[in-house]
């Protein structure tokens, strides 16, 4: 069948790039419709993208591909284009379709900002960046669109730049992400040298990676295959704050919410794992870089885990969350279970910006992200209540809600290829639901046991462009866990063009689902309306929860370890620059002066002492003269 | 003869060194015109001493100097008046003290 949408995917990204040229050129003129602007763009994109996707469900699962020569020198030619597969076309619907929900909630949201076109402008950038980072056929042009998102992410962060801790939180998600680039960068560099012609596109990386035999064949040993994979990863892990780059994602929380359920939560952090599943051959030929994948997701699903288990602001506990299940998919990637890391991956951004989303709503009327603070004030939102516990279900693993179904594809992976990453999955799955009910409890159901002066103002629900979005994003966050069950595995088939079959596992099903029951059960016996107070058992293991609700002090690890020892170094060069580079420079410019100030005592305006300096000049002229015995006649 | 060439000479030569030390030595003005006065002087006898005794010996150099002695007066003349003006601005003829050069 002949493709009639897939030729138009370029115009899915173009939608949003021009409501963010519109919103930047003519700021003025269309102050009052920013939003309606954003989200009438990201709806075009939205629409197009569910077509293309439906397309592509029902007919040829071929890779379209346009390439148009960019730059050219010699042997070597840089392409730009576009390219379709079932796996990005998914992403553009799930990018799409958040982005135009995000876009909606901030029309409600940010309705009293100033800066409110500036803030549509750089959705409308980041969502041009996403959408082309997901549709780049070659690794170069993702690498544009992958530092382009940085940029957009670093914009957003800092968008309330008059907050100092915004203004930190931006620089360091900057610098923190530019660490892993720097590693994509290089894993780039080694495949232009190594790959024959210096190509970067998909497709031939697809082809030259193949097997074992096929990249020998082009004189690529696995060493260097392990050393590239491993330097992509690098890339990923800073994108995807997995551990150690993971502290700027949950500082990264200053930014507004909407950002947060869009960029640090739905798509950007996703592009990671969506980098590692692209180049997924060159993973597959490394055991050694699948080992690094399954286990530096695995570690960092439980470590954010435990970390969220104490933290007190509403968006961070999220936002290690999105670490831990980031971590998820990474795992399932590691094992090489590229479905079930995709397919987390899309339940995930709809449950999580759908959590965000009902965090912003409550933070919005309450005015704080203090859990402790908001203690309940949340339950006379209803809607915003509802979905908020649909999203966290899904999160935590219930089924048959969506999260379920991808935990478990995940679980069910570890599972028959290590049990060790399976128990640590469990009990990150155990730990996710625990923090999760314990965010719902006491944020919406705990009674009002201790008034917060000033704070008896009643609480009112959202408005309806707020809770719309929330709504939309709770049916999607129940309903798409369906697309890819144990007992159905055409999704399968559909992503990775490999016949699969159905992978139900009972003993999976069962342990997960009691994981997830016993966790959200603890959370009530602790935090629930009748609960027992939290310091009885925080006071229990002090020491462990001190250690825990510091985030196992890794920022003070850096700061000692890595920002210390270059403030000082930074300090040691700037005396070097001070008192030697610019030592040298006065020093020259004062002999300078000195050696001036030296002929301005001879003119003195004495008409003598010229007379005696021309006597003494014509003197030393004759001498001359004498000395060279010329003579003087 | 070129005996008595070499003697005008030198005459003429201490007649300008002492000249040039009291122009660049002494401090009083009027010293000062005095002493141009004298390297003028020896300039004068130099010419004579060559137009007698020179290689092409004629009265020229003698006509020069007595053009010489006219302009020297003339300008005695303007250098007193000079004098006169700076002395009556500054109540002083010392030459040291005269540094507008300078600025």
Avoid at chain 1, 44 to 62: D, H, M, P, Y
Avoid at chain 1, 333 to 352: E, N, Q, S
Avoid at chain 1, 433 to 446: D, G, K, N, Q
Wanted: charged fraction near 10%; charge should be positive; hydrophobic fraction near 55%.
């Amino acid at each position: 069948m002949e493709s009639v949408y897939a030729q138009y995917v370029w115009a899915v990204p173009i939608a949003p790039l021009l409501a963010f040229l519109v919103l930047t050129l003519m700021r003025c003129v269309v102050k009052g419709s920013a939003a309606f602007i954003g989200v009438g763009s990201s709806l075009i994109a939205c629409v197009l993208s569910i077509l293309i996707l439906l397309e592509r469900l029902s007919a040829s699962t071929n890779v379209y591909t346009v390439n148009v020569e960019w730059l050219s020198f010699g042997a070597v030619h840089f392409e730009l284009g576009y390219e379709l597969t079932n796996l990005n076309a998914l992403m553009l619907v799930i990018v799409t379709v958040v982005s135009t929900l995000v876009n909606l909630y901030a029309k409600g949201y940010m309705a009293d900002d100033e800066r409110q076109t500036v803030f549509f402008a750089y959705i409308g950038l980041f969502t041009f960046s996403m959408l082309g980072l997901v549709i780049s056929p070659n690794l170069l042009q993702l690498y544009i669109f992958w530092e382009l998102v940085g940029v957009c992410s670093f914009l957003l962060i800092g968008f309330w730049y008059e907050r100092p801790a915004a203004r930190a939180a931006a620089k360091k998600a900057f610098i923190m992400t530019r660490i892993g680039d720097v590693g994509l960068l290089i894993a780039i560099l080694i495949l232009f040298w190594h790959m024959p012609n210096h190509a970067l596109d998909f497709q031939s990386i697809g082809q030259v990676f193949a097997s074992v035999d096929t990249m020998s064949q082009y004189g690529i040993s696995a060493g260097l295959a392990t050393w590239i994979a491993s330097l992509i990863f690098l890339g990923a892990i800073g994108k995807s704050g997995q551990f150690p780059l993971h502290t700027w994602l949950p500082d990264a929380m200053e930014g507004p919410t909407p950002i947060s359920a869009l960029i640090h939560a739905a798509t950007m952090v996703a592009a990671g794992v969506y980098l590692v599943a692209r180049t997924f051959d060159i993973f597959q030929l490394s055991q050694t870089a699948m080992l690094i994948v399954a286990s530096v997701g695995g570690f960092t699903a439980i470590f954010a885990a435990t970390i969220a288990i104490a933290q007190r602001d509403m968006k961070r506990i999220l936002a290690y969350s999105t670490v831990s299940q980031l971590g998820y998919m990474m795992l399932a990637l590691g094992l090489g279970a590229v479905t079930a890391g995709i397919f987390h991956l899309f339940t995930h951004a709809f449950f999580k910006a759908l959590l965000f989303l009902g965090a912003g709503s409550v933070i919005h009327a309450v005015h704080t992200q203090n859990i402790f603070q908001i203690n309940g004030r949340g339950r006379s939102m209803k809607i915003t209540a509802w979905t908020f516990a649909i999203g966290a279900l899904a999160l935590s693993g219930v089924p048959p809600l969506s999260g379920f179904w991808s935990k478990d594809a995940i679980l069910s992976a570890a599972w028959e290829s290590n049990k060790l990453l399976f128990a640590i999955g469990v009990v990150a799955a155990f730990l996710t639901a625990f923090y999760m009910s314990r965010l719902f409890f006491i944020v919406f159901t705990r009674a009002k046991r201790v008034h917060t002066e000033g704070t008896d103002s009643p609480i009112h629900e959202s408005p309806a462009v707020m809770t719309i979005p929330l709504v939309v994003l709770a049916v999607l966050a129940v309903v798409a866990g369906f697309v890819y069950t144990p007992f159905y595995s055409g999704f399968e088939t559909w992503i990775t063009g490999v016949a699969a079959s159905d992978h139900t596992n009972v003993i999976v099903i069962i342990v997960s689902t009691i994981v997830a029951l016993s966790g959200i059960g603890l959370g009530y016996f602790i935090y629930g309306p009748n609960g027992v107070r939290e310091d009885r058992w925080s006071n229990v293991i002090k020491p462990l929860y001190h250690l825990v609700e510091r985030k196992y002090y890794v920022d003070e690890l850096y700061k000692l370890f890595a920002v210390y020892p270059l403030k000082v170094l930074g300090k040691v060069l700037d005396v070097f620059d001070r008192y030697i580079i610019d030592g040298i420079v006065r020093y020259t410019a004062s002999c300078t002066v000195q050696f001036g100030k030296l002929f301005t005592r001879i003119q003195n305006g004495q008409l003598q002492s010229y007379g005696l300096l021309s006597l003494y000049g014509f003197s030393a002229l004759l001498l001359l003269l004498l000395l060279l015995g010329k003579g003087l006649w | 003869m070129s005996s008595m060439l070499a003697s005008y000479l030198t005459l003429a030569a201490i007649l300008f060194c002492i000249g040039l030390y009291g122009v660049l030595t002494k401090r009083s003005a009027v010293i000062v015109l005095l002493s141009i006065e004298l390297m003028l002087n020896a300039v004068n006898l130099n010419l004579i001493a060559f137009s007698k005794y020179g290689v092409v010996p004629s009265l020229k150099g003698q006509v020069f100097s007595l053009f010489n002695i006219a302009i020297a007066a003339a300008e005695v003349a303007v250098g007193i008046a000079i004098l006169i003006a700076l002395y009556r601005n500054r109540a002083t003829t010392n030459v040291d003290e005269f540094n507008e050069l300078r600025n």
